[in-house]
């Protein structure tokens, strides 16, 4: 690890250790959390030593079927296409890790949020663990708010969403 690397992790553990702790109200999941944050770094900390976070490109999420992927997301969620490219090459592949690899992205977008959705069309990868749980390191979540959640489960049922959970 290069000096200026662990340079920079001291501070941000000393500035972790330095800050006053920041209580919850909420967990960050819940949509009542919207106005309510937790800061990353202290705001005492000086803009010219640490990195400033600003926000949220996109969460991505591997699908194993993009066009069922985007219809789901565009006609049941409301999502709406931004951009939908396949990529390939060596820098593609020093990217993901994966030699030989062919992709097709789609970004899709509600609201101010961004999705992004990634197909390996070559080599394909391995199912989702019929076993899964919320638990497990690989697990993915994205939260959708609305303002009538009943409204919003007839329609998922309308649509034969299934339930991951008994909740």
């Known amino acids: 690890m290069s000096r200026t690397a662990k340079t920079f992790l001291s501070l941000l553990l000393l500035l972790s250790v330095l800050s006053p702790p920041t209580r919850a109200q909420h967990l960050p999941t819940d949509a009542r959390a919207v106005n309510s944050c937790v800061p990353f770094l202290s705001n005492t900390s000086s803009p010219k030593t640490l990195p400033r976070v600003e926000r949220v490109g996109a969460v991505g999420m ?15 969620l409301s999502f709406e296409t931004i951009s939908d490219v396949e990529v390939a090459g060596e820098d593609y592949e020093h990217l993901q890790g994966v030699f030989g690899v062919r992709m097709r992205v789609v970004r ?11 197909e390996y069309l070559a080599p394909k990868g391995r199912p989702f663990p019929i076993d899964s749980r919320g638990n497990d390191r690989w697990f993915q979540h994205i939260a959708i708010i609305t303002r009538d959640m009943e409204k919003a489960y007839a329609w998922l049922r309308e649509n034969k969403v299934e339930h991951a959970s008994t909740g």
């Not at 949020?113 to 990634?118: Q, S, W």
């Open 62 to 76: 591997t699908v194993s079927d993009m066009d069922r992927s985007i219809d789901f997301y565009s006609k049941v």
């Open 108 to 118: 899709m977008k509600l609201g101010n949020e961004l999705i992004e959705l990634t």
